[in-house]
């Protein structure tokens, strides 16, 4: 078993994709011409976004995303929390929690991105203690 991807359900998933390659820095990987469905390089696992009204079609009941009410979040590691920080604001995203060092040593940020998804933005975390 291999995590491939995660899917976050979007109004817009083109405005999406552009959302995060701005605030991010990811690659685009796959948008598909209908525009209901779109995948970012972010590694070895895929962020990918589907729009609400598709999995409405497929009888599902997407919900939307609230940063202030979160069922989930997602993080992405860098050196500089702050940088990310301001580039994400910059593109768009809204302010969550300003970077603050954790007590295990780990430097931690969250931006609410376009859709209203949670994002941490945080430094990678160190080697466990022998």
């Known amino acids: ?3 491939g991807y995660t899917i976050l359900y979007v109004e817009d998933v083109p405005k999406t994709i552009a959302f995060y390659e701005a605030a991010f820095g990811f ?3 796959f948008v598909h011409e209908a525009g209901d469905f779109g995948e970012l390089d972010t590694g070895a696992t895929a962020l ?4 609400l009204r598709l999995m409405a079609e497929l009888g599902k009941n997407p919900q939307r995303a609230s940063a202030d009410a979160p ?3 997602i993080a992405f590691t860098t050196a ?3 940088a990310a920080v301001q580039r994400a604001v910059d593109a768009g995203a809204r302010l969550v929690q300003a970077p603050e060092q954790m007590p295990w040593g780990q430097t931690v940020a969250y931006v609410a ?3 209203g998804a949670l994002v941490e933005l945080c430094t990678p975390m160190g080697p466990p203690a022998a």
């Open 1 to 3: 078993m291999q995590f």
């Open 27 to 29: 690659t685009r990987r």
């Open 48 to 51: 990918a976004f589907s729009s």
């Open 71 to 73: 069922s989930f979040e």
């Open 80 to 82: 500089d929390v702050a």
């Open 113 to 115: 991105d376009i859709n």
